[in-house]
């Protein structure tokens, strides 16, 4: 039953990222909705396959999205 609920906010997150304006709040997204896969992995006993979807999805891509923003923000006059 708990696998629903995951893949449900997994999906929802997805979806909400890619309707985001915001792109600091569609990175944070991203980064949900990775976390919810790799728990996913880890329900499916595949220990090794979570950790690299944490560490790759949940983490380093948002920090690479949140970076790019931050560095190619126009500056307000």
Same mark, same amino acid.
């Given at each position: 039953?708990?696998?629903?609920?995951?893949? =449900?906010? /997994? *999906?929802?997150?997805?979806?909400?990222?890619?309707?985001?304006?915001?792109?600091? $709040?569609?990175?944070?997204?991203?980064?949900?909705?990775?976390?919810? *896969?790799? =728990?996913? =992995?880890?329900?499916?006993?595949?220990?090794?396959?979570?950790?690299?979807?944490?560490?790759?999805?949940?983490?380093? *891509?948002?920090? =690479?999205? /949140?970076? /790019? *923003?931050? $560095?190619?923000?126009?500056?307000?006059?």
């Amino acid at each position: 039953m708990i696998e629903y609920i995951v893949i =449900f906010v /997994a *999906v929802l997150s997805a979806i909400i990222a890619l309707l985001q304006n915001d792109l600091l $709040k569609a990175a944070i997204l991203t980064g949900i909705s990775g976390f919810c *896969v790799a =728990f996913l =992995f880890q329900i499916l006993l595949a220990p090794d396959v979570a950790l690299t979807q944490a560490i790759v999805e949940g983490a380093i *891509v948002p920090v =690479f999205i /949140a970076l /790019a *923003v931050l $560095k190619t923000r126009r500056e307000e006059a």
